[in-house]
T-cell receptor
Framework: GAVVSQHPSWVICKSGTSVKIECRSL??????MFWYRQFPKQSLMLMATSNEGSKATYEQGVEKDKFLINHASLTLSTLTVTSAHPEDSSFYIC??????????????FGSGTQLSVL | QKEVEQNSGPLSVPEGAIASLNCTYSDRGSQSFFWYRQYSGKSPELIMSIYSNGDKEDGRFTAQLNKASQYVSLLIRDSQPSDSATYLCAVINTGGFKTIFGAGTRLFVKA
């Protein structure tokens, strides 16, 4: 149990375009989902926390108008990188809490999305 | 001071040895602690969770927690080359769902 699916696994786009990344909890209802960004050889940096049916909470320094998060259901959260630029190139990872048989604190991660902006 | 600190390594141990990974945290009110393993280019996977002072063993892995010293460690016995990865220490901050990750320690197990 506690499987989190993330798509796409990788995406290459031109500068100025928007990219949507989906994160789905396949076998449990995720009350909270988290979006992280990871640059090469660096740790996970929390970008935002999203709760189903409410606005996402963004970390300091993360532009909410650039990184749009939607958590419309208990099984789906999306991150849209708007007007992407080369500096947005990174590994984006979603995670969810609320897995069956586990506390709400353990995080289960999606497989990540490698974004490359040309 | 970083909220969760780890030695970035790399830590190199021979196959069959014990690997010891350490982590300190700044939020004294934290109650939940985790170790995740991350292979290059992959997302993290949960290895261990620990909530009480003392040791917790799961197979070749032992997590140790000392809240008074604000210190968490992970021991890997009989290290295997497949254990070579980055190990992330994670702490849930006081009062919230927010999980704070350390920068990770890179472990190399030499065959």
């Amino acid at each position: 149990g506690a499987v989190v699916s993330q798509h796409p696994s990788w995406v290459i786009c031109k500068s100025g375009t928007s990219v949507k990344i989906e994160c789905r909890s396949l076998d449990f209802q995720a009350t909270t989902m988290f979006w992280y960004r990871q640059f090469p050889k660096q740790s996970l940096m929390l970008m935002a926390t999203s709760n189903e049916g409410s606005k996402a909470t963004y970390e300091q320094g993360v532009e909410k108008d650039k990184f749009l998060i939607n958590h419309a259901s208990l099984t789906l959260s999306t991150l849209t990188v708007t007007s992407a630029h080369p500096e947005d190139s990174s590994f984006y990872i979603c995670s969810a809490s609320g897995g069956q048989g586990a506390t709400n604190e353990k995080l289960f991660f999606g497989s990540g999305t490698q974004l490359s902006v040309l | 001071q970083k909220e969760v600190e780890q030695n970035s390594g790399p830590l190199s141990v021979p196959e069959g040895a014990i690997a010891s990974l350490n982590c300190t945290y700044s939020d004294r009110g934290s109650q939940s602690f985790f170790w995740y393993r991350q292979y290059s280019g992959k997302s993290p996977e949960l290895i261990m969770s620990i909530y009480s002072n003392g040791d917790k063993e799961d197979g070749r892995f032992t997590a140790q927690l000392n809240k008074a010293s604000q210190y968490v460690s992970l021991l890997i016995r009989d290290s295997q080359p497949s254990d070579s990865a980055t190990y992330l220490c994670a702490v849930i901050n006081t009062g919230g769902f927010k999980t704070i990750f350390g920068a990770g320690t890179r472990l190399f197990v030499k065959a």
